[in-house]
């Protein structure tokens, strides 16, 4: 495990995890309404994995765990604008029923410190389809801050979307792990 909190864990894909995380990105119904419908084919994701565990400077996942090793999501980060000192942050809840238990919000808390601490970035954005009204507060409950939308920036599903922009400076997020976890108490640290 990288990151154990209180309800969740986070943790690297393993080999054995590809073939499943293959199917369950590949599966366009499970995705919701608002993912993203791109596809990425078996052999990058192995390519992937074979070259740094999926665990590489502008680019990795995080596996999000649950009790009795039960997997529930995934975090991604990834560089989005080349010349930012930036990364976004993309989670992903795989059972939608298991929504409003607050699985993303502890595991994208946990993202957010172990990407702060492991990585020499000075921001984490978020984007987010302005419909989506329950990322955008699990987006504010994780210290995320609206910057603005990007108007008809994302065709999905047939049409041009608005996405809201949020981000959070590594100066607005705690430097400790009790920090974080205080934050996921509802602390102010």
Same mark, same amino acid.
């Given at each position: 495990?990288? &990151?154990?909190? $209180? ?18 990105? @590949?599966?366009? *119904?499970?995705?919701? !309404? #608002?993912? $993203? ?5 078996? &052999? ?19 596996? &999000?765990?649950?009790? !009795?090793?039960?997997?529930?999501? @995934?975090?991604?980060?990834f560089?989005?604008? !080349?010349?930012?000192?930036?990364? *976004? ?7 939608? =029923?298991?929504? /409003? ?10 993202a957010? #410190? ?7 970035? %000075?921001?984490?954005e978020l984007?987010i389809?302005?419909? %989506?009204? $329950?990322?955008? =507060?699990?987006a *504010?409950?994780? !210290?995320y ?5 990007? /108007?008809a ?12 922009? #949020?981000a959070?400076? =590594?100066?607005?997020? $705690?430097?400790?792990f ?5 934050r ?5 640290t």
């Amino acid at each position: 495990m990288i &990151v154990q909190g $209180p309800h969740v864990g986070l943790r690297a894909v393993r080999e054995r995890d590809v073939e499943m995380l293959v199917d369950r990105m @590949s599966d366009l *119904e499970e995705r919701g !309404g #608002y993912l $993203p419908l791109s596809l990425r084919s078996e &052999v990058s994701f192995r390519a992937e994995f074979q070259q740094n565990g999926m665990l590489g400077d502008d680019r990795g996942m995080f596996l &999000v765990w649950g009790e !009795g090793e039960r997997l529930l999501g @995934s975090v991604s980060y990834f560089r989005s604008v !080349g010349w930012f000192d930036a990364l *976004e942050l993309g989670y992903r809840l795989f059972d939608l =029923r298991e929504g /409003r238990r607050g699985i993303m919000t502890e595991a994208l808390t946990l993202a957010t #410190y172990v990407v702060f601490v492991s990585k020499e970035v %000075n921001r984490l954005e978020l984007r987010i389809l302005v419909d %989506n009204e $329950p990322s955008r =507060r699990l987006a *504010e409950r994780c !210290g995320y801050r609206l910057e603005g939308v990007a /108007r008809a920036a994302v065709f999905h599903r047939g049409v041009h979307r608005d996405v809201a922009i #949020y981000a959070i400076l =590594r100066a607005e997020f $705690p430097q400790t792990f009790d920090g974080a976890l205080a934050r996921l108490r509802g602390g102010t640290t």
